[in-house]
Structure formats: C-alpha cells, structure tokens
C-alpha cells in the first residue's frame, strides 16, 4: 500500500475520526498502481506512481464487516470518507450489487475549498433491518424479499 504524505498530512485525514480512518486506509488500500517498468502508463497521475483503471475501485460494506466494523458504523463511516472527498461515487451501489467508486483528489481542498461531494449519489445505504434500525408496525423484515 502507497500512503502518500500529502494524504496522511492534509487536514481532510485529520478530520477523520476513528473508524471513518479505517474505512480511508482501506480505501486507498484497495487502489492499484502500475508497476514501475509497465509499458501501460494510461491512468490517472498521482505524484511519481500511476494508477490503474482510472483509479476506479469497489469497497463493499461486508469488506468494512470483515475488518471489525458493524455495518451501521461502516455505511456511515464510508458515507462521510465520500464527502470529505477521498472518493467519487460512479455508481451507488445495492443490496445485490456492488458499488463503483473512484479516487478523487477533492480532499486537497479540505476545508475552505470545493470538497463536497457535487451532483453525485451518495454511496449504497444500509438496508438491515437488524443493524441500528428499528422496525416499525408497517415495515416487517419480510417485506424486503
């Protein structure tokens, strides 16, 4: 894993808390970079390495799972990764379909500038009944399927 120092400094990391950095170290952990004698150098620039697949990624909530977070905390700890600006949202994601996310560098702008998260949707929500909602008289588990 590459952690930039431009990253690990800004103020936008410093504003994480707990485990919103879990969610961030796991995200920049999930981006590939070309190898350093690839004659394959289309991608986004990112200082001296170069990422892939225009720095798209897939982060699903059962990855933050499997790291020690509850599902309610990692959809809100990816929620606000997303609008400190660590990422862009291409396609939001469902219950059965993983979302599509990409490197963005609008945390640079972190916390006087452009860093909020413009005409995109935010990424999937959690939809467990069991996990930090309540369920009401009109809404059943069953209702779901």
């Known amino acids: 894993m590459i952690l930039n120092r431009a990253i690990f400094n800004s103020k936008a990391f410093a504003a994480l808390r707990g485990d919103e950095v879990k969610v961030a170290l796991t995200l920049l952990n999930k981006l590939d970079y070309a190898k350093k004698n690839s004659k394959d150098r289309k991608g986004v620039k990112m200082g001296i390495p170069v990422l892939r697949n225009n720095g798209e990624l897939v982060l699903t909530i059962n990855e933050l799972v499997a790291r020690g977070l509850s599902r309610t905390t990692a959809t809100r700890s990816r929620e606000r990764v ?54 009401t008289k009109d809404s059943k588990s069953d209702d779901l399927y």
């Open 82 to 135: 997303w609008q400190m600006g660590f990422f862009d949202v291409i396609e939001p994601g469902t219950i059965h379909h993983a979302g599509k996310y990409r490197y963005s560098l609008r945390w640079k702008q972190h916390p006087n500038g452009n860093y909020q998260p413009v005409g995109q949707q935010p990424p999937g929500k959690n939809v467990y009944l069991d996990n930090g909602f309540r369920a």
